[in-house]
């Protein structure tokens, strides 16, 4: 079984489209976190996400927002999608708050044309 | 911002240690070192971490210098599969976000 799953895989849309990317975690984790790899492959954290506390990287755009429906989901809202978004996301999860182990997904490739 | 220094890439032969240097000169009393790799079109993975001790696991052993200054990562039988990004990282734990910074990477190559 897939402990970080993402869906989905591959997204490719229109300049601003709205679109959401879902993660799911199967590992009874509480913390749980979107991070953005560029062009550059420089892996950047966005979000992270811990019973119902957010924590924001202050250089992500207002239009990502992520939604927590339960504890072992997390998704990706993006509004009005620009083509400096086109990067690969992942999302992760970890037991608690700065726990040493993140446990990644397989990571949402993203095509903004 | 980065709080440590990789080399950016490096070869290994198949069987061969992996021995991937990183340097975190600045590193604070409560930081500890982590190692992450990245297949390429996959995920992070956790390898190992360690505070001063040096650390062994199923994946790798870590060795840390007595003044914390650097560590090493040793893959002690390098396969092809463990071609990779490897990424050295210091953070402190049980704090909150921003603190899991991936920077460059060495890129090692094993080689049949």
């Known amino acids: 079984d897939t402990a970080v799953s993402q869906t989905p895989k591959y997204l490719v849309t229109q300049m601003g489209n709205d679109k959401s990317i879902k993660c799911e975690q199967n590992l009874g984790h509480d913390t749980m976190y979107w991070y953005k790899q560029d062009s550059k492959k420089f892996l950047k954290i966005m979000f992270s996400y811990n019973n119902k506390e957010l924590i924001i990287n202050e250089t992500v755009p207002n239009r990502f927002s992520p939604k927590s429906p339960d504890k072992a989901h997390l998704n990706l809202h993006i509004n009005s999608l620009e083509l400096g978004d086109s990067a690969v996301y992942f999302c992760a999860s970890s037991q608690g708050w700065g726990v040493e182990t993140q446990y990644f997904g397989p990571g949402t490739r993203l095509l903004v044309l | 911002d980065a709080k440590t220094t990789q080399p950016t890439s490096m070869d290994c032969a198949e069987g061969r240690a992996a021995n991937l240097p990183c340097n975190h000169s600045t590193i604070s009393g409560n930081e500890y070192v982590y190692w992450y790799r990245q297949i390429h079109s996959q995920g992070p993975q956790y390898i190992i971490h360690?505070?001063?001790n040096n650390e062994t696991n199923e994946m790798a052993s870590l060795i840390i210098t007595e003044d914390r200054k650097s560590s090493t990562l040793i893959l002690p039988h390098a396969t092809l599969r463990d071609t990779a990004v490897y990424y050295c990282i210091v953070r402190v734990p049980e704090t909150g976000a921003n603190n899991l910074f991936f920077g460059t990477g060495t890129r090692l190559t094993v080689i049949p």
């Open positions: 360690g505070l001063k």
